[in-house]
């Protein structure tokens, strides 16, 4: 079974920093593009990062590009999400995702076939 399990989030002030991870279980973690998105109250779910199984990366350029560093550990099966300098418009219920997904789509929610259950990440002003 395909398990991806979020952890990380917690309440921050506004500038401050956290590492969200997300440890898969059940995959081939070295061949998977892996995602994290989230979702914030009253809003669709958005892209957020990306990082394909080659190692390239992918970010929403507009709200967290130089912020926000996706990286992987394929030894450790475990993705995650630097987030430096946080705002309080980061506050969202972040989701981990995984799927053989080519670089080019790494930004398409529809391009992966598994999810995390999210973990909440709250900014205070």
């Known amino acids: 079974q395909v398990q991806l399990v979020e952890s990380g989030g917690r309440l921050v002030q506004a500038g401050g920093s956290l590492r969200l991870s997300c440890a898969a279980s059940g995959v081939t973690f070295a061949s998977y593009g892996m995602g994290w998105f989230r979702q914030a109250p009253g809003k669709e779910r958005e892209f957020v990062a990306a990082?394909?199984?080659?190692?390239?990366?992918?970010y929403d350029a507009d709200s967290v590009k130089g912020r926000l560093t996706i990286s992987r550990d394929n030894a450790k099966n475990t993705v995650y999400l630097q987030m430096n300098s946080l705002k309080p418009d980061d506050t969202a219920v972040y989701y981990c995702?995984?799927?053989?997904?080519?670089?080019?789509?790494?930004?398409?929610?529809?391009?992966?076939?598994?999810w995390g259950q999210g973990t909440q990440v709250t900014v205070s002003s």
């Open positions: 990082i394909h199984w080659s190692g390239s990366t992918t």
């Open positions: 995702a995984a799927g053989f997904v080519p670089q080019s789509k790494l930004g398409n929610a529809y391009e992966y076939a598994y």
